[in-house]
C-alpha cells in the first residue's frame, strides 16, 4: 500500500510548493462565495433554532455566562477572584431579571414551565456567577444586548450573535474543504463533526461552542496547508489558521493546550519541501505571531485570574488508579455519547438508534481514512481522538479526590473534530473513491446526519415544553405542544433549523462539483 504521507518526496517531478500571491483583499473575497455563504446560513439557522427553542438557562451554566456577559458589557472586566456558593468564580453587579434559580434542570420529567422568565424588575444586584474569571473577549461580543436588553430580547440576541460567530467558523471549515483541496469528500467530515450538542452550545450564551469550532476551522485550513502537496501556499488560509488559533486561545483555560495540540499534530510528522516552502511564506510568520500573542496572552490571564482554580466539592476518598480505572471503565462510554449530544443539562438522552446512527458516519470516514492513509497519517488520525481523552482522564484522574469526576464530552471535541474530517481527507486523496463515488458518499453522509440534528432538536423540545414522562395530556412525540413555549413559537424554532439543514443539503449535493478540478479556487 502506498504511503501518501510521504507523496512531496516520491514524486521527484513534482514542482516546489507554489504560493498563492494574489491581493490581500483577494484573501477575504475568497470566503464570501456560495462555498462559504451556503453553510454559513445553514449553520447560522440551525444553530437559531435551537436559540428560539430554547429556555432560559437551557444549556450546562448558561445562565453563568449570561451573568458574565452582561456584567463584561457594563464594563466590570475582571473582578475580583472570589469562592462563590458554587464553586471558584466571583461576583457581578448585573440586572435581576438575569438571575434566575433552575427549577427543571437534571430533571427530564419536569418542564420550564416552572421557571421565572428573564423579565420584571431590572435593578442591579450583586449576583456570583462560575464563569465570573472567564476571559472577557467572548463575552464583550455577545453581552452587549443584555446590558441593553436584560430580558427576553437581549438573551435572545446574545445567543445569536454567539450562533453567528460559530456559523463563521464552520462556514471557513466548510470553505477549506470545498476550495482549498481537490479532495472535497473532506466537506462530509464538516457536517460529521459538527455534532447535535455543538449546535446546541452554539445556541446558548457559551464559549463552549465558538471553542469547538475554532478548532474545527484551524485543522480545516491545516489539512491542506500541510498535507495537500499539490495545493499552493495561501494567504487566506494563513488569516484562518491566525484567527481561528487566536480564538480557540482565548476562550477558556485550556484552549493553548488544544491549540498547540492541534499545530503539533499537523506539523510532526512534516515534509521538509513543504515546511521549507512555509518558512519562506511570509504570511505564516503574521500567522504564528498572532498565535503566539494571543496565546500568551489567554495564559496570562488564565494565570492572574486564576481560571482553573478548582474548589473542592468533597469528590471522596479515592486514588489516582481508581480514578483512572472509573474514566476508562464508566466516563468513556458516556464522553462518547456526550460528543454527539445528551442535550438540556445532560438529562435528555435520547433512545439509542440516533447515537449508533452517528457513530456509523463517523465510522465510514474515520476506518476508511485510517485504512488507506499512510502510518504517518494514521498517527495524526489516532492523535486526534487519543489527545483530548487523554488530557481530560488525566486531569480529572488527578483531581477526583478533591472535585469528583467533572469532564464532559464536550470538552474534548476542540481537537476531537479532526478525526472525521482528517479521515475525510486521507478517503479523498487515497484515490479509492472517483469523483462521482465521493460525491454519492457525501450526499448520503448528509442525508443521514442532517434528519438527525431536527430529531435531537425536537426530542429535547418536547422535553422542555412537556417534560420526559408526564405529558399524558399531549402528544409525546409533538414537539409543537406543552406547557411551555418559547417566546418566538416552537414552530419558528423547528422551521429555522429545517431551512438550515435543507441549506447545508443543498451544499452537500452541489460541494463536490462547484470548483473546477483544474482550478481550485484561492
Not at 256 to 266: D, E, H
Not at 342 to 371: C, E, H, K, M, Q
Amino acid at each position: 500500500m502506498p504511503d501518501y504521507s510521504s507523496a512531496v518526496t516520491s514524486r521527484p517531478q513534482s514542482p516546489a510548493p507554489r504560493i498563492r500571491r494574489g491581493r490581500a483583499r483577494g484573501a477575504a473575497r475568497s470566503w464570501f462565495r456560495p462555498t462559504w455563504w451556503l453553510p454559513f446560513l445553514g449553520f447560522f439557522l440551525l444553530c437559531a433554532g435551537w436559540a428560539l427553542a430554547a429556555p432560559y438557562d437551557a444549556s450546562p451554566d448558561e445562565a453563568q455566562h449570561i451573568i458574565r456577559a452582561a456584567a463584561v458589557a457594563r464594563g466590570e472586566i475582571a473582578p475580583k477572584p472570589e469562592m462563590v456558593p458554587s464553586g471558584t468564580g466571583a461576583y457581578q453587579n448585573v440586572p435581576a431579571t438575569l438571575v434566575r434559580d433552575n427549577c427543571w434542570a437534571f430533571d427530564a420529567a419536569v418542564s420550564a414551565a416552572c421557571a421565572k422568565a428573564p423579565e420584571g424588575d431590572e435593578h442591579v444586584v450583586r449576583a456570583a456567577t462560575r464563569a465570573g474569571r472567564y476571559n472577557p473577549v467572548f463575552y464583550a461580543v455577545v453581552g452587549w444586548p443584555l446590558a441593553l436588553w436584560p430580558n427576553w430580547l437581549g438573551v435572545t440576541l446574545a445567543r445569536l450573535i454567539g450562533a453567528g460567530l460559530v456559523s463563521a467558523l464552520l462556514a471557513s471549515a466548510a470553505h477549506s474543504a470545498a476550495a482549498w483541496t481537490r479532495h472535497r469528500i473532506m466537506g462530509a467530515g464538516v457536517l460529521v463533526a459538527v455534532t447535535p450538542i455543538t449546535v446546541h452550545l452554539s445556541g446558548s450564551v457559551n464559549p463552549n461552542g465558538v471553542e469547538i469550532a475554532a478548532g474545527m476551522a484551524l485543522i480545516a485550513a491545516l489539512i491542506p496547508t500541510m498535507l495537500d502537496p499539490e495545493q499552493p501556499l495561501r494567504r487566506a488560509a494563513m488569516v484562518q489558521i491566525g484567527i481561528a488559533g487566536s480564538v480557540l486561545m482565548t476562550l477558556r483555560a485550556l484552549g493553548p493546550l488544544w491549540c498547540a495540540a492541534i499545530v503539533g499534530i499537523m506539523l510532526v510528522p512534516a515534509k521538509r519541501e513543504r515546511l521549507r516552502a512555509l518558512l519562506r511564506f511570509r504570511p505564516f510568520w503574521w500567522a504564528a505571531g498572532a498565535l503566539t500573542v494571543t496565546g500568551a496572552a489567554g495564559a496570562l490571564w488564565t494565570v492572574v485570574m486564576k481560571t482553573s482554580e478548582l474548589s473542592p466539592v468533597g469528590g471522596g476518598d479515592i486514588t489516582f488508579a481508581q480514578a483512572f480505572r472509573h474514566e476508562v471503565v464508566v466516563q468513556w462510554a458516556g464522553y462518547m455519547q456526550e460528543m454527539i449530544g445528551i442535550p438540556s443539562w445532560l438529562d435528555t438522552r435520547l433512545p439509542n438508534t440516533p447515537y449508533y446512527l452517528w457513530y456509523l458516519a463517523l465510522g465510514v470516514l474515520a476506518l476508511a481514512g485510517f485504512a488507506f492513509a499512510g502510518w504517518a497519517d494514521r498517527w495524526r488520525l489516532f492523535a486526534f481522538a487519543a489527545v483530548p481523552f487523554a488530557v481530560v482522564t488525566l486531569s480529572d484522574s488527578f483531581a477526583a479526590a478533591k472535585v469528583g469526576f467533572a469532564g464532559q464530552g464536550r470538552y474534548l471535541l476542540p481537537v476531537a473534530v479532526g478525526v472525521p474530517l482528517l479521515g475525510a481527507f486521507l478517503l479523498g486523496r487515497s484515490g479509492v473513491l472517483d469523483r462521482a463515488r465521493s460525491a454519492s458518499l457525501f450526499r448520503v453522509l448528509a442525508v443521514l446526519v442532517l434528519p438527525l440534528q431536527l430529531v435531537f432538536l425536537g426530542y429535547t423540545m418536547i422535553r422542555w415544553q412537556a417534560g420526559q414522562g408526564i405529558a399524558l395530556t399531549y402528544t409525546p412525540v409533538n414537539p409543537l405542544n406543552g406547557t411551555w413555549h418559547p417566546p418566538a413559537g416552537s414552530g419558528t424554532a423547528l422551521a429555522a433549523a429545517a431551512v438550515g439543514c435543507l441549506l447545508l443539503g443543498a451544499w452537500a449535493w452541489t460541494g463536490i462539483g462547484r470548483a473546477k478540478d483544474a482550478a481550485v479556487e484561492s
